[in-house]
């Protein structure tokens, strides 16, 4: 009945702009769940609606696989990704990239969203 003006989010914005750089990423590090993982979170913030719960820990999720956090445990499938990257592949550099704007993005959205202060605190949804 009422139209909503919608305002669209740093979120919304990196993922517009490097929805197949990370889609690679995710793949690369993680695999197939990764890739329809991030797929449906891109998926979700192409509908340029307010970010929710559900989209904010997706994304948080995405970071932490992007910033290696799953490589370092022998028993999770992650860390057979990670083994076989070499380090000084440029897409390596890439990923970095990536990483570093997405936790800028997912901070702006959880400080706004008055969810915490700093991307690093356990936000209570």
Request: charged letters at 25%; glycine letters at 6%; aromatic letters at 8%.
């Amino acid at each position: 009945m009422f139209d909503t003006p919608f305002m669209s989010t740093q979120l919304h914005a990196f993922a517009a702009e490097n929805q197949e750089a990370l889609q690679h990423a995710a793949y690369l590090l993680g695999g197939r769940p990764w890739l329809r993982r991030s797929q449906r979170l891109l998926d979700d913030l192409a509908q340029q609606g307010p970010v929710t719960s559900r989209m904010r820990r997706e994304a948080r999720a995405l970071h932490r696989l992007l910033s290696l956090d799953f490589g370092h445990d022998p028993e999770s499938p992650e860390a057979e990704f990670f083994a076989v990257l070499d380090p000084m592949d440029p897409q390596v550099e890439e990923i970095c990239l990536l990483t570093e704007a997405l936790g800028a993005a997912v901070e702006a959205v959880e400080v706004k969203s008055g969810r915490g202060t700093s991307f690093g605190e356990v936000a209570h949804d």
